[in-house]
């Protein structure tokens, strides 16, 4: 991580390097104007930050054509009345929060030390703008992702100290977790008969007090008071007509234990989920993996007591980060993912066989989750967008890459320059 003191030094280079492409171009300095160029060091250090710094990242352009408004999929098939929860599978999506991030790095986020090592350990305050590539997993916000059909949030939420907030998070910051929830809440107020599963993965900072944590809790409970699933239901045999008629159904998983010893709503991920996970960048290793997976899946049979989550998803590796410095995002590697996702077959050419009790994707709406799970018979209507704010598309991260670019032009030039008087000299 960079220090003030090396940020301090990073930007009187890049103000120095600006004074030196200036004699290049043929401005003349003299001394006393380098003099004052130097003494106003700190308005132009201000400067250079504000230009080739974003305080949010530039969000992924929505591409909706393909989605339809599948709001009330579950309420419309009536055939889930008399359904286990444990028979259905469930559309859902990684990193769900994952839409709008800061540039803010999580510094107790682990797997940063990917990123770090893929990108040869370059400055943080270069690294933070680039790094959106790798830390967005969606387009849409977690409303219109439970619009397009989505049923399983993976949330991961973290104490940031800096604001004394919880927040989302993805090797950046992103939003306050009451926003988040209040995103949901709003959705399954309006939409009662939904099932929802939210599950609520780690938390990196290992300073949070107890207090904190029942705070975490609290805002869980008082967002969809009345309709969380208590950890009493049995699972294996919970029907999804009983749970609708309830209305009681949100079923909240929790990764830490002493929070899910909070409350009777709050599910302990360990007794609830089966995570299942391929750690690659190889789509041909991912479907082989889902597919050993889904094996032990059908194996279990009547003997599976949780939900048995699949996750159709690539990981960058440093190899593909080295690789692929400038191209290089999630956004593409989950078009050849979701692309292929077609191919995930069933055990038989049964259509009404499960892909796991949880199947999830990164960028929801440029796969075919929907028609391979045959949700679109039951829509509402045309998806309908949410506006987001205007960006700025000349993003921090393009704009280093521009001034990368024109460094390695100008030194090319100067060394043509020299190569060429050398030859000259030699005539």
């Keep these: 991580m960079m220090t003030h003191q090396q940020n301090h030094k990073f930007l009187q280079f890049s103000l120095l390097f600006l004074l030196f492409s200036s004699l290049i171009q043929g401005q003349s300095q003299d001394h006393s104007s380098l003099r004052r160029a130097l003494q106003e060091e700190s308005t132009w250090r201000d400067t250079l930050s504000n230009f080739f710094t974003d305080e949010r990242c530039l969000r992924t352009e929505k591409n909706t054509a ?11 098939r009536n055939s889930l009345n008399a359904t286990r929860l444990l028979d259905i599978t469930l559309p859902g999506t990684h990193n769900s929060a994952a839409f709008d991030l800061t540039t803010e790095l999580n510094v107790n986020d682990p797997d940063y030390s990917t990123v770090e090592k893929g990108t040869f350990k370059i400055p943080d305050a270069v690294i933070s703008q680039w790094i959106c590539g790798y830390a967005l997993t969606q387009s849409l916000s977690l409303s219109e992702q439970l619009q397009a059909g989505a049923r399983y949030l ?74 969380l699933m208590p950890t009493t239901t049995d699972l294996p045999t919970a029907m999804i007509g009983e749970l609708q008629e309830a209305g009681t159904t949100i079923m909240a998983i929790v990764r830490d234990n002493e929070i899910a010893t909070m409350s009777d709503v709050l599910w302990d991920e360990q007794t609830a989920i089966e995570n299942t996970y391929a750690p690659t960048d190889n789509v041909d290793a991912l479907k ?24 159709w998803i690539l990981t960058p590796s440093v190899e593909y980060i080295q690789k692929n410095p400038l191209v290089g995002n999630l956004y593409e590697l ?28 990164d960028y929801v709406e440029v796969s075919p989750l929907f028609d391979v799970l045959d949700l679109q018979q039951y829509s509402d209507g045309a998806f309908i967008e949410e506006a987001v704010p205007e960006q700025d598309k000349f993003s921090a991260a393009a704009k280093i890459g521009l001034g990368v670019g024109l460094t390695m032009f100008i030194c090319g030039l100067c060394c043509l320059r020299k190569w060429c008087k050398g030859s000259k000299n030699k005539d």
């Design 66 to 76: 393909s989605l339809k408004d599948l709001s009330n999929w579950m309420s419309k």
């Design 154 to 227: 993976d949330l991961r939420m973290d104490y940031d100290v800096a604001t004394s907030t919880w927040r989302g998070y993805h090797f950046l910051w992103g939003l306050e977790m009451s926003v988040l929830l209040e995103q949901i809440a709003t959705f399954a107020k309006a939409h009662p008969k939904e099932i929802i599963v939210l599950q609520f993965g780690t938390i990196y900072n290992t300073g949070v007090t107890a207090e904190q944590k029942q705070d975490y809790a609290n805002m869980i409970t008082n967002a969809f008071a009345g309709q």
């Design 288 to 311: 082989s993996y889902n597919e050993d997976r889904l094996a032990d899946f059908y194996k279990l049979g009547a003997n599976n007591t949780e939900l048995y989550k699949l996750q």
């Design 334 to 361: 989950a078009q050849d993912a979701n692309g292929r996702l077609v191919e995930f077959k069933r055990p038989s050419s049964d259509a009404n066989q499960q892909l796991g009790n949880i199947l999830l994707i």
